[in-house]
T-cell receptor, first 112, second 116 residues
């Protein structure tokens, strides 16, 4: 079956712009996660959805970051007023309940 | 503190030889899950092996096995008969399941090079 997909694969934007990153989880997976991976680091947790609600958003770095999952499937990570420090690979993962997480290929965000 | 430490930024192994990647972690919980993920240049995180802390037996998946030392909070990955396709970044991770959350804490990774 299809795995987790993320679009776009790469995104280049200018400082101060708004960006949206999309995640399509594996069909039927109720849990969805966003992580951010900076160069040379391991992924860092951003937010966890169980169904439509954000069960844990403690990893979002500030109020410029926001994520939604309105129908309990596709999720969008939104970043306002992007800064150069936001440049990273953004990984999405999903799981059937709350066990092993299956990752997508990530979106590489570059803020110029 | 919820930390996962990988002290080897880079390791090299000759093809067909065995290599061990180290990982230590912090936790006050008695039951938890540990994972090793592989990340090739494609960026896709691929699960290599998982270990449940309440199981005393070390997990094994084909050429991959772990040495889980619960008291020492150590979780090393052994790769036997290394192949060129094993070259990648390897991340150790612990699943946090307290306070209504489910999230991974990852180490900083070990880059594995396989020499022909």
């Amino acid at each position: 079956g299809a795995g987790v997909s993320q679009t776009p694969s790469n995104k280049v934007t200018e400082k101060g712009k708004y960006v949206e990153l999309r995640c399509d989880p594996i069909s039927g997976h109720t849990a969805l996660y966003w992580y951010r991976q900076s160069l040379g680091q391991g992924p860092e947790f951003l937010i966890y959805f169980q169904g439509t609600g954000a069960a844990d958003d403690s990893g979002l770095p500030n109020d410029r970051f926001f994520a939604v999952r309105p129908e309990g499937s596709v999720s969008t990570l939104k970043i306002q007023r992007t800064e150069r420090g936001d440049s990273a690979v953004y990984l999405c993962a999903s799981s059937p309940t709350t066990g092993e997480q299956f990752f997508g290929p990530g979106t590489r965000l570059t803020v110029l | 503190a919820q930390t996962v430490t990988q002290s080897q930024p880079e390791m090299s192994v000759q093809e067909a030889e065995t290599v061990t990647l180290s990982c230590t972690y912090d936790t006050s919980e008695s039951d938890y899950y540990l994972f090793w993920y592989k990340q090739p240049p494609s960026r896709q995180m691929i699960l290599v092996i998982r270990q449940e802390a309440y199981k005393q037996q070390n997990a094994t998946e084909n050429r991959f096995s772990v040495n889980f030392q619960k008291a020492a909070k150590s979780f090393s990955l052994k790769i036997s008969d290394s192949q060129l396709g094993d070259a990648a970044m390897y991340f150790c991770a612990r699943l946090i399941t307290t306070s209504g959350t489910y999230k991974y804490i990852f180490g900083t990774g070990t880059r594995l090079k396989v020499l022909a």
